[in-house]
């Protein structure tokens, strides 16, 4: 493998300018997408479920508080309520499915134009653009050793077969910062953030499928196999 030393001038002109871009874009997208959003209404039954989601939580963690009739009443009527919210939305999955030749909601539209513009769009752009600016750079190199399979993945833009596979080239650092950046948009913009596009990605899929009907199953399973030992006993 060829051993590089790299210019200090890297770090100036190529190392320190791919973060601060990429900072600087994910904080333009973040502005942009609460420009372009329009604020998606809550609905009762997100409301009531994600109650009744914690009421199981707080039922699995406390219930050794409570007597053991009291303990199986909140368990056989939350169980009830988990399993008639399964049965509705089953239901309302099989009429989504018989409806969807036909059933065109313009807000999911909407939402997938903002993504598109808000997220797909400037990575593209900005990521060519970075691409062909510092393009051929090697910028920094990983503190431990990586198998030859890295390579396309750390070193896209340097084509150098003798190149030991801990190097990082520009455009793979540039992508690298897209992902890691996410701490720091936390600290910046609160936990809310869009800087990272995901968001909008998250509602979009969370306004064709019930973001519950997981949690619901999973709660459903913890709360069956929980058993009940009263500490006041």
Request: glycine share 6%.
């Amino acid at each position: 493998m060829t051993e590089l030393l790299l210019d200090p001038s890297i770090r100036s002109w190529v190392f320190l300018p791919l973060v601060v871009i990429t900072l600087l874009v994910g904080v333009l997208r973040h502005y942009a997408s609460l420009c372009l959003s329009t604020g998606r209404e809550v609905k009762f039954i997100e409301v009531e479920s994600g109650e009744v989601l914690r009421r199981i939580q707080l039922l699995r963690r406390n219930g050794d508080l409570l007597p053991r009739v009291s303990f199986i009443a909140r368990k056989l009527y939350l169980s009830d309520v988990v399993e008639s919210f399964l049965r509705a939305e089953k239901r309302k999955s099989l009429q989504r499915e018989a409806n969807a030749p036909r059933m065109i909601d313009p807000a999911v539209f909407s939402e997938m134009i903002k993504c598109n513009l808000t997220n797909v769009l400037p990575m593209v752009l900005v990521g060519g653009w970075i691409n062909w600016t510092f393009s051929g750079f090697v910028t920094t190199k990983v503190p431990f050793p990586l198998t030859h399979g890295f390579k396309t993945m750390l070193q896209r833009g340097v084509e150098l077969h003798s190149l030991d596979a801990s190097w990082v080239s520009s455009a793979s650092w540039y992508f690298l910062n897209v992902v890691g950046l996410k701490s720091v948009y936390y600290l910046m913009l609160g936990e809310d953030n869009l800087a990272d596009g995901l968001s909008l990605t998250q509602e979009q899929t969370s306004a064709t499928s019930s973001p519950f009907v997981a949690a619901y199953k999973g709660e459903r399973r913890a709360l069956f196999l929980l058993d009940h030992n009263w500490r006041f006993k």
